[in-house]
């Protein structure tokens, strides 16, 4: 396996696979079989000394036939009784299996504000640290039964790859319902063309994934970029594939050429800048000028409250806010030294105002730049 791809797979000790409803579900609900063969996959990976976290989806889908639901539910309520429903079945089904095979599996339900507080994302980290220090293979959901909009990952794609940056995974692998990316979307688009590597999630990328989504999930193509671009800022590459292919990951894990391959960003972030990136939910929006842009994005500069061009949203003093160019398009997340009112106040000003403005002062930086992770590379990447 003298291959990018073998490389990785080489060096591989730790891995998330988060599967999709797609692929464990039918119209009919929750498909035992395939439920079997992947828990079977996970042991056999096990047994070879890989640690894996299981992110699984499929909750939902295993309860709304109980409830006459057909489809999506269209409703929180009825997504939170579906899941009540199959959660314990879901859960059943791969304890089982592992049984078999002489393993003990976990169930973990998180919600973003388990881990966008630094101190209950440090305790779900040593939570999974435990697990695998103890061969457990801890499989994940969102906590669909209580979580409300406000608090949701909104999908396990995106929840994997938080996951997979909380423990430092060395590569996150989704199995999707389909073969992996694509240029465009293949149910629709006869032309649309397969492709087995992506350096870099850009705009770009971005906006050939469209916004479809599958019947039985809440994903689509654009949350999986979403997840191999937060996997990426992590130091993680990203592998999609299709989880119903026979023996899927035998496959991958013996080094076939399958589905589509994401690298990881040149530059690992920190353990806090991979907390503010990835787990924090932004609450607003900062506003630069041009020359704000090009000194936080390729000078690594903290931002200055002369910088600011504008204000958006409410937001508290150690919030989360998107820092945006001047038309408003995110380049940056950062933690706010001060709330939305008192930099709509001391916006355009000089450090050496601000006292005098507010009264006081709480340090020179409107985001300092420990506090600061860019999404963007260069003030170029943005302007483009």
Not at 33 to 45: K, Q
Not at 124 to 148: K, M
Not at 298 to 309: E, F, H, N, R
Not at 368 to 374: A, E, M
Request: hydrophobic residues 40%; contains cysteine.
């Amino acid at each position: 396996m003298n291959t990018l791809r073998g490389n990785i797979l080489q060096q591989l000790k730790r891995v998330v696979i988060k599967v999709g409803s797609g692929v464990i579900s039918t119209d009919d609900g929750l498909d035992g079989a395939m439920v079997t063969r992947l828990a079977d996959d996970i042991c056999e990976l096990c047994a070879r000394g890989i640690e894996v976290i299981l992110v699984s989806s499929g909750a939902v889908s295993a309860g709304r036939n109980f409830l006459g639901i057909e489809g999506r539910p269209k409703t929180i309520p009825q997504k939170q009784a579906a899941a009540a429903i199959g959660q314990p079945r879901i859960m059943r089904a791969y304890k089982e299996v592992f049984e078999r095979h002489e393993r003990v599996a976990a169930q973990v339900l998180l919600t973003r504000d388990d881990l966008s507080n630094r101190r209950r994302y440090l305790n779900a980290h040593n939570t999974f640290d435990t697990l695998l220090e103890y061969g457990v293979t801890p499989i994940v959901n969102e906590n669909d039964t209580v979580v409300v909009e406000e608090i949701r990952f909104g999908d396990n794609d995106n929840l994997s790859a938080q996951v997979a940056s909380l423990m430092e995974a060395d590569l996150l692998l989704i199995l999707s319902d389909v073969d992996g990316f694509y240029d465009g979307d293949p149910s629709c688009n006869a032309g649309a063309q397969f492709v087995p590597l992506i350096e870099k999630v850009t705009p770009e990328v971005m906006a050939m994934a469209g916004t479809t989504r599958s019947t039985l999930g809440t994903g689509g193509m654009l949350t999986k970029l979403q997840a191999a671009q937060k996997a990426g800022l992590a130091g993680i590459p990203t592998l999609i594939v299709n989880g119903r292919s026979p023996s899927i990951l035998r496959r991958v894990f013996e080094g076939e050429e399958l589905g589509s391959l994401f690298l990881a960003s040149a530059s690992k972030l920190s353990a806090r800048k991979r907390w503010i990136a990835l787990t924090m939910l932004p609450s607003g929006k900062i506003l630069l000028d041009g020359g704000a842009v090009r000194a936080v994005a390729d000078s690594g500069k903290s931002l200055l409250p002369t910088g600011i061009v504008a204000v958006e949203g409410e937001f508290e003093r150690g919030d989360a806010v998107h820092i945006c160019d001047g038309n408003g398009v995110p380049f940056a997340i950062g933690v706010a030294s001060y709330n939305h009112v008192e930099l709509e106040q001391i916006k355009g000003h000089r450090c050496a105002e601000i006292e005098q403005i507010l009264g006081y002062q709480y340090r020179d930086e409107a985001v300092y730049r420990d506090n600061l992770v860019l999404i963007c590379d260069t003030a170029e990447e943005i302007e483009a």
